[in-house]
Nanobody
């Protein structure tokens, strides 16, 4: 069955860094664009990074551009999110997402808390 398993969340101080990882299985990973979303308490789910199936392009909203970097390893079926210069407003549950045509899959989420 399809699985997206996130790891790497935790508590970090403002200005710190974290690296999230997502391991995918159960589908043809190289067909899918991969993304990371986040959802803060009381807010809607927000897209924070997307990478094309072959890794040829990436996209970020202004809120994380220059601080977050998405990457993928198609030989390992993994996608990572490197988060630098973290801010308290980055606190959220972060979700891995896969999309191809009408098919979409979600991971279970991993908590990231930025606090001193």
């Amino acid at each position: 069955q399809v699985q997206l398993v996130e790891a790497g969340g935790g508590l970090v101080q403002p200005g710190g860094s974290l690296r999230l990882s997502c391991a995918a299985s159960g589908f043809t990973f190289t067909n899918y664009a991969m993304s990371w979303y986040r959802q803060a308490p009381g807010k809607g789910r927000e897209l924070v990074a997307t990478i094309a199936p072959a890794g040829e392009s990436t996209n970020y909203p202004d809120s994380v551009k220059g601080r977050f970097t998405i990457s993928r390893d198609n030989s390992k079926n993994t996608v990572d999110l490197q988060m630098n210069t973290l801010k308290p407003e980055d606190t959220a549950v972060y979700y891995c997402h896969a999309s191809y045509m009408w098919r979409t899959y979600w991971g279970q989420g991993t908590q990231v808390t930025v606090s001193s």
